[in-house]
């Protein structure tokens, strides 16, 4: 399996730490963010990995260059940014037609990427998405999740102010090709995966509840948390 990983935003919620340096090169216990991503997606038996550029895109080149992964990481740079489906319609061939691992590259997680998987080759017949759901202490920030009695998606709500719960959406999904198809067929420049393509695929989108680490650090006060929690010990990378 081939892995999406999206890493070109602005991270301007976390300024002026990213004023000279990308999001995904946050570090976090003194080595950048995307490091854990790639040690977690490759020890886990990813084919390879596609990651998207446009902030500091020169910074992201050099620093893959001298990763031990860089002979299976790919790079696209975006002149434009075209949102998280956009990433995903562009660039479908890809994928070869095939299932893809999707992540978000500004979350610090645990995620067992093969326990995701193992997930997914279990989903119901008709379901085309295994979604990583957590338990968030943020749901406000968050798209929150309805699951029927199946764990099935049966509601999605993107960054409400009164959600019904903090069951949310991780960003870290497999995704089948018929999901990027719909990617594709949006007609907007940019394309937002969590607005413009999930809510599509209700009753067809299979959660996997992780119960491990799993936090966002777009913010400052998410990123002391992540480092604390790097130090006290509560999470567990490859």
């Keep these: 399996m081939r892995a999406l990983l999206l890493a070109a935003g602005l991270g301007t919620r976390l300024r002026p730490l990213t004023n000279d340096i990308p999001k995904c090169l946050v570090p976090i216990n003194g080595r950048p963010l995307i490091n854990y991503w790639f040690d977690n997606l490759f020890k886990s038996g990813i084919e390879r990995v596609l990651i998207n ?69 279990t989903r119901p017949k008709d379901c085309v998405m295994t979604m990583l ?24 709500h993107e960054k409400v102010p009164n ?7 991780g960003a870290v999904m497999i995704i089948e090709p018929e999901v990027g198809a719909a990617a ?20 067809r989108i299979q959660a996997f509840r992780h119960t491990g680490y799993h936090r966002d650090i777009g913010n400052p ?10 130090r006290a010990g509560l999470i567990r990378l490859p």
């Excluded at 338990?135 to 049966?154: H, K, M």
């Excluded at 959600?163 to 959406?169: D, M, S």
């Excluded at 006060?221 to 790097?230: K, N, R």
């Design 53 to 121: 550029k446009h902030y500091f895109a020169d910074r992201v080149t050099d620093h893959i260059a001298r990763s031990p992964w860089k002979d299976r990481i790919d790079q696209v740079y975006e002149p434009d940014l075209v949102g998280t489906g956009g990433t995903l319609a562009a660039n479908l061939d890809y994928f070869q037609n095939q299932p893809l691992f999707l992540a978000y590259a500004d979350n610090l997680s645990d995620v067992d990427v093969g326990a995701v998987q193992a997930t997914h080759a």
């Design 133 to 156: 759901a957590f338990e968030t202490d943020n749901p406000q920030s968050c798209g929150i999740l309805e699951l029927d009695a199946n764990n099935l998606v049966r509601a999605f």
């Design 163 to 169: 959600p019904p719960g903090n069951l949310a959406n």
């Design 184 to 203: 594709k067929a949006v007609p907007k420049p940019l394309i937002d995966l969590s607005v413009d393509v999930i809510p599509n695929f209700l009753g």
């Design 221 to 230: 006060s998410s990123l002391a948390q992540a480092e604390a929690d790097m």
